[in-house]
């Protein structure tokens, strides 16, 4: 094969100064590319300015068999510049190139994003970013179903962790382009049919065992493992919003070895409903499968790189041929000398160099010891001599799932938080059926303060039943205590409040710390609900405010005991509705003041008992009406005094019984009138007298008498005396 070109392209001002010595790379499905570029130049003082932070686009030309060029392109931005040493008239640098999402490495950020599928956060965060300027992605082979990610939190970590989790968590994972379109990211979630053949042949054959040196699509050694491995995936996991209901995803792809069928329980699983648990399920099941076999190839060829497919022709076990994708290219070239130089070689350890990116593969996770044997063991690999070139391939079968291993730790919150309850303009609560709020965290830079800074977020309560417990919604300002379920920063709940300087307690402190208790605050308007208890020795007292209205219910009985005195004060009115018997017990005096009017309606009998004296002073007219029967009695006498008149009327029949004597006085005159006929009568006698003047009605007589003349009528007859006797005149 005949020598390689090289050519370096840079936005950098010192470019034109550079000449190609050696580039030392790896790729990786799901990682950022690294190379490390040694450069030689007659500039003793580049500047590190002008290189760090620049693009560089190492294209290295090459020739098939037929003569024909081609180009391989090694691509990144330049994050470490060093000044190695003096080679003959020329100084050596290293420049670290990685790929413009490795860049992202340097920036972190607290955020929150809400409602989004992975690869618009992808675009949320590029497009946040100063390297929104050049990347250049292309997603079209992410083709599974990957539900929005209602609630999405970076905390304090850097933009590359948080993508790269999220990309991990969903299965999706990435390369980076080294041909048509250099430094283009790649993202698929399919292994099977995203990964585009080699461009100049799309197969490589292995080498004859002739002794000589593999030539151009040649490989030279190809290599096998097998790992034991988990054969099956659980997980749980639960929604708040059917509690009972059992979230679970069991799958299962054993291995042909003994013992296949060991499985991997998650908890939580990470899904919310039932929707997303097989989906999440076979994710992670794919993730366990893809660690089971490995193929090395090492290969002199250029036109290899991370993320294309090939066909393998000529294994000699005959086993082994067949569709696989590159996942991992680890690789060294070197230039063949300059004039005067001819003599020195690059002198640079491999895997030293690479150790970082090797860290981190995720390809080579639980294999980098069979990596890193390989780079050791390979010469050409873990020197790099001049003019040699010598690609390590990290393959596995095309039809082999794949997904990328969770190596991004998922950001853990070191404890709870606290944040402001936040709602929507104008309102002074803001929740829902749930009795969920939304909170503002001091750490969100980009929350405006509104229903839209976070998720509905539970709140604790004391008590939490199925329709009872205890309610206390908090209110837009007020701050509260947040925790996170499994520390997740994904699965906020709200488990305390506190006050702080612009909400203070409701009681004046530390004057009133002997006082305890809840108090509200009228919602929209001034005013309050109180109840409290102050613990003062000697003065202990509960206070119960209600600002409007109270009810209370009592389902049975009620025993309300005061020991010393009791005053109750209704401003306006006082309703009491007893449905069946009430009775009312007073050892002392009962004292009641009606300042207007006192109105007692009856429905039934009414009987009232006073075992001592009565007394009844009406300072006004009385007015009784009885529409039924009236019966009075009394045991020993009765005295009624009216100072002004009597009137009493009867629309009915009036018998008046007296036992003994009746005794009528007048002191002015004494009117008797009777519409109808009327009746006197008597069972022993009946005396008229007005003044001398008498008439007196005995059972046997009729007696007239008036200043000495008699008029008397008896069995006898009529007796006529007096001092004159007219008779007609």
Known sequence: MADLQFLIKSDSPASADLMFWRVIGHEALARPSMYELTVLSKNRAIAAGDILGRAFDVTMEFEDADGGKHERHCHGHAVRFTRATQVGRFFEYRIVLRSWFWLLTKRSNSRILQEM??????????????????????????????????????????????????????????WFDAHESPGTMHLSDTSDMAHEKLPVTDTLTFAAESGGEARFNEIARWVSMHQFDTGKFASRDSDFKAITKQLSADKGDPDTHELADLETFEFPGGYYDGDDTDNIAQVRLDELVGRRHRHWALTGWPDVAAGRSFKFEGDPDGTRDGDYIIAACTFVVSHPGYESLDMVEPERSVGSVLQEALNDDPVNADSRTVLEDLIAGTPTLRLGPRGTSAFLLTVMPSDMPWRPPRLTARRTMPGPQTAIVVGKQGEEIWTEKHGRVKVQFHWDRYGKHDENSSCWIRV???????????????????????????????????????????????????????????????????GYNEMSMNDTAGKEKITIHGQYDMNTTVQHDQTTTVKNNRTDHVIVDDALNVDANRTMHVKGKLSETIDTGQEITVSAGYKETITGGATSTISGGLTSTVNGKSDTTITAGKKLTVTAGFDETVTGERKMTVTGPIKQSASATLDIHASAAGTYTSEASLKFAVAGSVIEITPSAITISSAGSTIKVDAAGVAISGPKISLNG
């Open 117 to 174: 599928p992975v690869l618009e956060v992808l675009d949320a965060v590029f497009e946040d970013s100063p390297i929104k300027r050049f990347k250049k992605t292309k997603s079209d082979n992410v083709i599974g179903t990957h539900a929005p990610h209602r609630y999405c939190v970076q905390y304090q970590e850097s933009d590359y962790c948080f993508l790269s989790r999220l990309m991990e968590e969903e299965g999706i994972y990435y």
């Open 460 to 526: 604790s309560q004391p008590w939490a039943g199925k329709g009872w417990g205890s309610v206390s919604i908090p209110r837009i300002g007020q701050e509260v205590i947040v925790d996170f379920l499994e520390g997740d920063p994904d699965r906020p709940i709200i488990v305390g409040k506190v006050y702080n300087g612009d909400n203070m307690p409701p009681y004046s402190l530390p004057g009133d710390c002997v006082v305890s208790g809840l108090k509200t605050n009228t919602h929209k308007g001034k």
